[in-house]
């Protein structure tokens, strides 16, 4: 059977549309054909504006309207030339499988080969290692989850020649030993002509998962680890705080700028907007996060107070946000790690040492303080972004809490809580649609989350003496034992996700964006410097490796340089002379010093930036075919030498 037919009996089979009106799908941008042209719809946030308008605006999801543009095959093949992601996703190399499913060129990792069976226990705990083994086989769970459609469509297997949307067929072809082979890009073009099936947003952006080891964008002084960044709602710009009190505004709607030394502390290649001078506090800014409007940005540093600066005034004034005494010897005194504005921006949330706070910016005072955990409270977030009435709160019990805000100040008891993870938790973060949470654990397990399936305090409060991890083991110093458990029998979690190393600091953790993947992914950083990327069916996609990242002077979006040019390079990254500017690409400090922290993903680009213990910011990106040196000419060419050398049965012509 043709590799673009349908089989009715595929549980993902959508049959073609058989008038000729043009499908249209509130979520998705349908593509109709006539006999020699191919028509893409995008819905337009204003189809009365003109184009001219559109491209100075920043991508908004979608609410309305069509634009319509017609191609011709050479339209075609000019725009594939000019935009590889698309290429990439309808090509796919010959590839054989034989225990890993069929995965897609941009998930294939080009790291250390972990092929070899050194696991120590069904689990997957690896002794050589100290954590878990990265899972290259889908959960049922986790598919099934992907098939219930609450994180994105699922796209018909007619534009899905060599990727994974297909799951049932996938799973088919598990241990499938034959090479399997894509589509020529003259087939592809063919295949498009002859179909009236749309082909949606989800369809074409869903598999651009960031597969570069990235490029430093900005370095600090030694004594300024990168301690978090993410972007703001609209990804127009990008801001970071850093262990010297500082934190780093940058316009990433900006075309790349030449190296720049802003200060002795700080170089970078991106526009800075805006640098902050911080109040010290103790140790290191913990926590940022900027208010809806994205006209104001608070930070905690692990002391009672939290403070407020506005994003673009050029001033460095800031608003202390006193959530308690600032005498250290007061019986009001705390340090608080973790810190969020409401939804509305009217107020201020803040985690700390097992309590949990909210603050009014209007009355400008403290209006609830109650006692949330047993353990520090390290991180704390909304879980529903537009209502903003769920309150999640992670700590070091082990627990995440669910708080109703609307009567947080009439009872100081939760929800429900979710049980699961052995050890404390470093982060928590949400989907945004009031239901699903993840959170990063120390017991080296990541844990999606469903809210529905809380537990009851009372049904905590019989089990919380319970102890199912390592009692005195510190997460900062050393490897993580072989646990004792995997998690607690009352664990209420949906899915599980290993491989990455939760040891050192508070590792970060987050979904990916909903615009572009429908959240379909979860990305984190970890102890080993690396990026674990993992899909919603419990697969590692990939795994991008800090220490790899090119020097500040490449530009993020060429093609990688060869590997003979980038290896003795990149396996180190560059350290500072004594005036502490970077100095030669061949004068390393040790690698083991790299811990990504945080890493954050573009809301409508395939985009990564990650912070790093090392004082670095990198950019990764999805470089299709870039990523391999290969050009369209060099992919036609290919495809022109398969059909000649090997034509026969699964290879459109």
Known sequence: ?????????????????????????????????????????????????????????????????????????????????????????????????????????????????????????????????????????????GTALLKSGEFGRMGPSKYDPGLTTNLKRDEDNLHNTRPIVG????????????????????????????????????????????????FSADSSFYYTCCQDFRLHIYDTTAPPQPRQVIDRSHETTMKVLKTVDGVPGSWTITDSHLSPDNEKLIYSSITSTVYMTK???????????????????????????????????????????????????????????????????????WADENSGNVLVSASDDTTLKVWD???????????????????????????GDGRYVISNGKDQILRLWDLRKMSTPRQWEQIQEDKHGHP???????????????????????????????????????????????????????????????SLDGR?????????????????????????LSTSRNSRLPSRNSRGYIGSYYDYESPSSIVVRDVAWHGYEPVLMSCAWGSTIARHEWKGLGKNAMTLQDVVERDKANIESKPGPGRVL
Request: proline share 7%; with cysteine.
């Open 1 to 141: 059977m043709d590799i673009w037919d349908d089989d009715p009996n595929d549980e993902d089979y959508v049959p073609s549309s058989t008038n000729d009106e043009d499908e249209e799908d509130g979520s998705g941008i349908p593509i109709t054909q006539s006999p020699r042209r191919v028509t893409v719809r995008e819905e337009d946030e204003d189809e009365d504006e003109d184009d001219d308008d559109d491209d100075d605006e920043t991508p908004q999801p979608r609410t309305g309207g069509s634009a319509t543009t017609t191609l011709t095959s050479l339209d075609f093949l000019r725009l594939l030339s000019t935009e590889p992601t698309l290429l990439s996703f309808f090509t796919d190399a010959t590839r054989t499988s034989t225990t890993a499913r069929r995965t897609p060129l941009s998930y294939m990792d080009d790291g250390d080969d972990d092929s070899r069976d050194d696991i120590d226990d069904p689990a997957g705990w690896s002794k050589e290692k100290g954590g878990f083994k990265d899972s290259k086989v889908p959960n049922p769970k």
């Open 183 to 230: 589509p020529s890009l003259h087939g592809m073009w063919r295949a498009l002509q002859a179909t009236t099936r749309p082909v949606y947003r989800d369809d074409l952006t869903r598999h651009l998962v960031p597969n570069s080891h990235g490029t430093v964008v900005a370095r600090y002084d030694l004594d300024a680890n990168a301690y978090s960044g993410q």
């Open 472 to 534: 005195g083991w510190d997460y900062r110093r050393g490897r993580y034992p072989k646990p004792r458990q995997l998690s607690r029998p009352e664990d209420t979690s949906v899915m599980n996700y290993r491989g990455h190393q939760v040891l050192r600091t508070l590792i970060r953790c987050h979904f990916s964006p909903q615009f572009t993947t429908g959240s379909s992914y979860i990305v984190s950083g970890s102890a080993d410097g690396k990026i674990h990327i993992w």
């Open 405 to 431: 805000r609307r009567s947080l100040g009439a009872t100081h008891k939760p929800s429900g809580v979710l049980i699961g993870h052995t050890e404390g938790i470093t982060h928590v973060s949400p989907r």
């Open 311 to 381: 994003t673009f005034d050029p001033t460095n004034e800031q608003i202390p946000i006193q959530f308690g005494s600032n005498n250290r010897w007061a019986g009001d005194y705390f340090g608080i790690y973790s810190c969020r504005f409401s939804t509305d921006g009217r107020e201020i949330v803040a985690g700390g040492n097992g309590q949990l706070l909210v603050y009014d910016l209007g009355a400008m005072k403290r209006s609830i303080k109650i006692s949330a955990h047993s353990e520090d409270v390290n991180s704390c977030c």
């Open 540 to 564: 590692v996609v990939q795994v991008l490796d800090r220490s790899k990242s090119l020097p500040i002077s490449f530009d993020p979006s060429a093609a990688d340089p060869a590997p003979e």
